[in-house]
């Protein structure tokens, strides 16, 4: 199986189309996480009940975030996926997060993406045109997934698409 952390960032040179790659597809009452020494998904934690990933969560190859892992993403498309799929996106914002667990601070941003072959959302050219309502219920779930950790979670603001492709390069290896 591929080392799903050594893939390219991006998907072309000449584009801002990044590779993700799916750990947990939406739908999932539980997190995955790649594995690189098993080189398997394993599970990371089961969710509150009545939670589930409303779009495919996943991490952005070869690059590495604050918190020491790849740089999260959230997959913004209604199509099924799986565990490992890489799907070439297109960057459409960043939520800035900062996270507190047992008094340590660590950024811990989310950037969203759409995948480049992805119908029913091409027009989502920029995460901060999503309606007031969908920016509260993911702000809630996000809260949600942490919650049973005693984890805390600041937003510090919603960011577009071009401080999304900075903050993806600002993070590659």
Not at 67 to 95: F, K, N, Q
Not at 101 to 130: C, M, Q, W, Y
Request: glycine content about 6%.
């Amino acid at each position: 199986m591929a080392n799903f952390l050594k893939l390219p960032t991006w998907a072309d040179a000449d584009t801002d189309l990044a590779n993700c790659v799916v750990e947990t597809p939406r739908g999932s009452t539980c997190k995955l996480d790649w594995d690189p020494k098993l080189k398997v998904f394993t599970l990371a934690k089961p969710l509150m009940a009545g939670l589930t990933y409303p779009y495919d969560w996943g991490f952005i190859p070869s690059t590495k975030a604050e918190d020491g892992d790849p740089v999260d993403v959230l997959i913004i498309h209604e199509s099924r996926t799986y565990p490992g799929v890489v799907l070439r996106c297109r960057p459409v914002g960043v939520l800035e997060v900062l996270q507190r667990t047992k008094g340590k601070e660590e950024r811990n941003d989310r950037v969203f993406a759409v995948p480049d072959r992805s119908p029913h959302e091409t027009d989502l050219k920029d995460i901060r045109k999503l309606p007031a309502r969908a920016v509260e219920e993911l702000e809630n779930f996000f809260r949600a997934t942490v919650a049973l950790e005693k984890k805390e979670l600041e937003f510090l603001g919603w960011h577009g698409p071009g401080h999304a492709i900075k903050t993806i390069k600002q993070h590659s290896k």
